[in-house]
């Protein structure tokens, strides 16, 4: 069974990746998580725990642009590179099944943790 995704299961999921940390460092209702270490930190989701209706997820340009087609629920993300960066809507709010807004969140850690440099990378 694929878990439904809300606020919790999104924090309770990035709690097991490696290097994750979260914070809200623009104000008390958006919580980022970011990916690294001490040396250096790099976001890859963002959501807003008061009104939670979509997260920002970092995402190739290509997958971008072929998602953006498919999905009503994905967008380019506001206030972000919209090259790069996609809101998505998940289900039940939009068309955006939860496996796939799954696959997107571990793919979002994945990119960003992959351009980290080495010396960040091998202390994950």
């Not at 990916?35 to 250096?40: P, W």
């Not at 008061?50 to 971008?64: A, G, I, T, W, Y």
């Not at 939860?98 to 960040?120: I, N, T």
């Amino acid at each position: 069974m694929v878990q439904e995704v809300n606020a919790e299961t999104i924090l309770d999921h990035v709690a097991g990746l490696p290097g994750v940390t979260q914070g809200f460092p623009f104000d008390e209702s958006i919580l980022v998580f970011k990916v690294g270490t001490d040396d250096k930190r790099k976001i890859f989701a963002l959501l807003n725990v008061e009104d939670f209706r979509f997260v920002n997820l970092k995402c190739d340009p290509e997958r971008s642009e072929e998602l953006r087609g498919e999905y009503e629920g994905i967008k380019p993300a506001w206030h972000m590179n919209k090259k790069h960066w996609n809101s998505v809507i998940p289900d039940p709010i939009s068309d955006v099944p939860a496996k796939l807004f799954w696959e997107l969140l571990l793919h979002s850690y994945q990119l960003v943790r992959d351009s980290l440099p080495v010396k960040v990378k091998s202390k994950l």
